[in-house]
């Protein structure tokens, strides 16, 4: 019978070094083929013994397939580690379709329990080999510190040649906290491998990234690689263009660059400069060190960790931001911080990364279904609209519509997620054709964030952050249809040059407006919906009549100034400012159509150099016979300029080949000169004598040719009219069977209009 002592449990405290191991995926290869895996494992366990033995170690029992086994240091631990990879990657596995071996070290005091081991060391080396890739050797914070000691490396030089990568703090399963977990690295390991398995790839609060971040993957990668030096990268872009979206994806892309975390905070709900610290303190989980300021403690942590901070929506908070960051983040530090503002923070250190809407498919070209499919902006429509409808599918049948509201929106992602909210209960036919009441029709639910519940509440957040002058500017400029100058900007408000450059910049930072350099002349572009909203204030502050008034008036003297440059050297430079307004002054003709038609017919005959020069004839005949159709059956008062249109609309009629309306308009303008008592416009005489030559009557056509001739030669006459009228009558008698007299006339057209920049293409030509 054993005595009492002989039964009790001998227990003793021990330092050591551990080394666990585990071979990937066995429990399927014993499934498949159990013979040969127990032939494979008996080579296995032959090399794990040998590697453990040659390092000075000793097995402690097997774990399954596994080992576990104590050496003195972890020196000794990490050689044997490495010779068991080594050896294994020389053998051949195929029968069991090979064979991988994971492997992890740690070292403290444990209990020797009867030979056995016990104690949180082996606790920790057990998950930390779970978190292992076949392959790999993983070390804990503790086991490297004592390899890299002068006391490990004393006895082994051949160890110098290893070294660690820093993989970051993980959270393991069964563990309380967090552990640093480093990848032993050696010249003849493989050295890439995923991120551990732990519980998650890296620790923080990083919100969960369940939806994919479409059409910015260029973006994103370039956001990657600012956040590999130094410095502070702001987002910045309009509400609802998705800037929070793509920080938290450019998190997830770099957690396993930051191995003390990526953490987010939301400055959204912060209201003032002194809880901005203390945000983002709670926000990392740390309490303030005592006798120190948040700052300090940010500051501390900050510069002796490798993190990454994302601050969302700092706009509102942009200086304090700004100083708040100058103070935690020090030189040298290997924290980065990432900010999303609708405003730049102004830092030095700050690297600024707008966000623009994704691409239309209206700018990418999308003609087809499929087209439409590989536009970012219908798939993000798309997968928004399958989450609100599980059986909703772009068709044949729907995809026009789904382009045509992700047009509308201007891809604006938060429009579009709206937007596409709504086929729960609506076609999308029925939201495109709503949208013009953009505002009401795009809501979501209550769950949503508030800024972001409705489209109109998060442009309220970007307006209110304006000065008093630049929310007045932003509505004015709801009146313009396109892009626009410094110049048109100034002729819409009453404040002087400089101070609408700063009413500018300030829309410009606040992402309320875009800029373009391309051109020679800066110009600045406002988006749909963007100007829909500002409508709606400019509304609501009853401004629309004033801003429609000055509109008018800027493009109308824009119009009069075309039809001055007309006839004069550098034309072409008024010329193309009007091409380049057309839209505008389209706008200004549709305001004067609806309040003084004779406005719009100024318009309209004002820029008659521009319908004949840059090809736009249908235009021109378009705007006329919009204000003969505005005017209806009620006799317009009868006026020089009325006649001037009427002259000028029968020419664009004749040009474009239709003989007959060219004559009604200008048989109209001689009769309404007639009742006047005025004598008619030389060129609608000219024209109307070419129209009887080539219908058949050539001497009603010169008749009515040399009678023009002669009101033009007056010395009252313009040149527009005595040039044309020459051309003309030139024309008109080569056909009549006089060239020669005819060429002599064209010639002396010629030499008058070489003295302009716009008529001597068309005099050349006959």
Same mark, same amino acid.
């Given at each position: 019978m054993a005595s009492t002592d002989e039964r009790q449990t001998s227990v003793e405290q021990i330092d050591v070094a551990i080394l666990f191991t585990d071979i990937e995926g066995s429990t399927a290869r014993w499934d498949a083929d159990a013979d040969a895996m127990r032939e494979q494992l008996a080579r296995h366990d032959a090399v794990l013994t040998q590697s453990i033995l040659e390092n000075e170690g000793q097995v402690v029992k097997?774990?399954?397939?596994?080992?576990?086994?104590?050496?003195?240091?972890?020196?000794?631990?990490?050689?044997?580690?490495?010779?068991?990879?080594?050896?294994?990657?020389?053998?051949?596995?195929?029968?069991?379709?090979?064979?991988k071996v994971r492997a992890a070290i740690d070292v403290g005091a444990v209990e020797n329990r009867n030979g056995d081991l016990y104690g949180t060391p082996l606790n920790r080396c057990a998950r930390l080999m779970d978190a292992a890739h076949g392959g790999q050797v993983l070390a804990s914070e503790y086991a490297r510190d004592d390899l890299l000691s002068a006391r490990s490396l004393r006895n082994l030089e051949d160890v110098a040649s290893i070294d660690f990568a820093d993989l970051g703090l993980h959270r393991l399963k069964g563990l309380a906290r967090p552990q640093r977990v480093f990848q032993v690295l050696h010249s003849?390991?493989?050295?890439?491998?995923?991120?551990?398995?732990?519980?998650?790839?890296?620790?923080?609060?990083?919100?969960?990234d369940a939806n994919p971040v479409l059409g910015r993957d260029d973006l994103i990668a370039r956001v990657g690689e600012l956040l590999e030096t130094p410095g502070i990268v702001t987002l910045i872009g309009s509400?609802?263009?998705?800037?929070?979206?793509?920080?938290?994806?450019?998190?997830?892309?770099?957690?396993?660059?930051?191995?003390?975390?990526?953490?987010?905070?939301?400055?959204?709900?912060?209201?003032?400069?002194?809880?901005?610290?203390?945000?983002?303190?709670?926000?990392?989980?740390?309490?303030?060190?005592?006798?120190?300021?948040l700052e300090a403690t940010l500051r501390d942590v900050l510069s002796s960790r490798q993190a990454l901070l994302i601050i969302d929506n700092a706009e509102h908070l942009a200086e304090a931001t700004k100083d708040l960051v100058n103070q935690v983040l020090v030189h040298g530090s290997p924290s980065r911080l990432l900010v999303t503002s609708r405003i730049p923070l102004g830092s030095s250190a700050e690297t600024k990364i707008r966000v623009e809407p994704l691409l239309t498919p209206r700018?990418?070209?999308?003609?087809?279904?499929?087209?439409?499919? %590989? =536009?970012?902006?219908? +798939?993000?429509?798309?997968?928004?609209?399958?989450?609100?409808?599980?059986? $909703?599918? #772009?068709?044949?049948?729907?995809?026009?519509?789904?382009?045509?509201?992700?047009?509308?929106?201007?891809?604006?992602?938060?429009?579009?997620?709206l937007a596409a909210a709504r086929v729960e209960v609506m076609s999308l036919h029925q939201i495109a054709a709503r949208l013009d009441d953009r505002f009401r029709l795009l809501q979501a639910g209550p769950d949503q964030d508030s800024r972001h519940r409705t489209l109109i509440a998060t442009l309220d957040w970007s307006y209110e952050h %304006? =000065?008093?002058?630049? +929310?007045?500017?932003?509505?004015?400029l709801s009146v313009?249809?396109?892009? $626009?100058? #410094?110049?048109t900007a100034i002729a819409l408000t009453t404040s002087d040059e400089l101070d609408v450059i700063d009413q500018l910049g300030e829309l410009v930072q606040n992402s309320m407006l875009a800029v373009d350099h391309s051109a020679e002349e800066i110009r600045y572009r406002m988006i749909e919906t963007m100007r829909d909203y500002a409508a709606l204030r400019l509304e609501e502050a009853g401004g629309t009549g004033d801003a429609r008034a000055r509109h008018l008036r800027h493009f109308r003297e824009l119009a009069a100034a075309l039809r001055s440059a007309t006839w004069a050297r550098r034309a072409l430079s008024t010329l193309d400012r009007c091409r380049l307004e057309l839209p505008d002054l389209r706008r200004a003709f549709e305001y004067a159509l609806s309040s003084d038609p004779s406005v719009a017919v100024s318009i309209a005959t004002d820029l008659y150099a521009l319908w004949i020069v840059r090809d736009l004839v249908a235009d021109g005949r378009r705007w006329l016979n919009e204000i003969a159709e505005a005017m209806g059956d009620t006799r317009p008062e009868l006026s020089a300029d009325l006649i001037r249109a009427l002259d000028d609309a029968g020419t664009l009629a004749w040009m474009m080949g239709n003989v007959e309306d060219a004559e009604r308009y200008i048989e109209s303008?001689?009769?309404?000169?007639e009742e006047m008592g005025v004598e008619p416009p030389p060129k609608a005489l000219v024209r109307l004598g070419s129209i009887r030559s080539l219908a058949g009557d050539p001497a009603e056509g010169l008749r009515l040719c040399n009678l023009a001739r002669d009101m033009a030669l007056r010395d009252d006459a313009d040149l527009e009219s005595l040039m044309v009228v020459e051309r003309t009558l030139g024309a008109v008698l080569a056909l009549s069977g006089a060239p020669a007299e005819g060429a002599e006339?064209?010639?002396?057209?010629?030499?008058?209009?070489?003295?302009?920049?716009l008529w001597l293409a068309s005099a050349l030509t006959n």
């Open positions: 097997h774990t399954g397939d596994g080992f576990l086994a104590r050496f003195s240091s972890s020196a000794h631990a990490a050689a044997a580690a490495i010779s068991v990879q080594l050896r294994l990657a020389d053998l051949d596995f195929s029968a069991v379709g090979g064979l003849q390991l493989p050295q890439a491998f995923p991120p551990p398995r732990s519980l998650n790839s890296s620790i923080g609060n990083l919100p969960i509400g609802g263009v998705g800037k929070t979206s793509l920080a938290i994806r450019v998190g997830h892309e770099v957690a396993v660059r930051f191995p003390d975390g990526v953490w987010f905070v939301d400055l959204a709900p912060v209201h003032d400069r002194r809880s901005m610290a203390a945000a983002l303190i709670r926000s990392m989980g740390l309490a303030r060190r005592s006798g120190q300021t700018r990418v070209g999308v003609r087809t279904m499929e087209d439409a499919l %590989l =536009s970012p902006a219908v +798939q993000l429509f798309v997968e928004r609209a399958t989450l609100a409808r599980p059986s $909703f599918a #772009l068709s044949e049948e729907n995809f026009a519509d789904a382009v045509a509201i992700c047009d509308e929106l201007d891809g604006l992602p938060l429009a579009i997620e %304006l =000065s008093n002058d630049a +929310q007045r500017l932003f509505s004015h313009l249809a396109s892009g $626009f100058s #410094l110049e303008a001689l009769e309404i000169a006339i064209c010639e002396r057209a010629m030499s008058r209009a070489r003295e302009t920049d």
